[in-house]
Nanobody
Framework: QVQSVESGGGLVQAGGSLRLSCATSGRTFSSRGWFRQAPGKEREFVASISWSGGSTNYADSVKGRFTISRDNAKNTVYLQMNSLKPEDTAVYYC????????????????WGQGTQVTVSS
């Protein structure tokens, strides 16, 4: 049984930083990703990382500000978020890649419960 648990969210001022963590039990021999969902909006792709960590992808809106990484020994993936903006406010979810186009929600499974990130202006 694969389970993901996110942590690290919180309230931060614009320009600040947060580091999200996602611990996953079970199947982890796959790419891992982060998505986010703001109120009234669809869930959107944020970043993904391959099993080896050698390949990463980012949404244009977070490039240069967010960094995804993973520690396979701990079955954990991280999202370092710097220079946060109010528009980054959302619930952030981690997931395991199951196949298909990386940026599509349907290509991912084993979602966590999410962690709230709120950026004040």
């Amino acid at each position: 049984q694969v389970q993901s648990v996110e942590s690290g969210g919180g309230l931060v001022q614009a320009g600040g930083s947060l580091r999200l963590s996602c611990a996953t039990s079970g199947r982890t021999f796959s790419s891992r990703g982060w998505f986010r969902q703001a109120p009234g909006k669809e869930r959107e792709f944020v970043a993904s990382i391959s099993w080896s960590g050698g390949s990463t992808n980012y949404a244009d809106s977070v490039k240069g500000r967010f960094t995804i990484s993973r520690d396979n020994a701990k079955n954990t993936v991280y999202l370092q978020m710097n220079s946060l903006k109010p528009e980054d406010t959302a619930v952030y979810y981690c997931a395991v890649y199951t196949g298909g186009e990386h940026t599509l929600v349907n290509s991912w499974g084993y979602w966590g419960q999410g962690t709230q990130v709120t950026v004040s202006s």
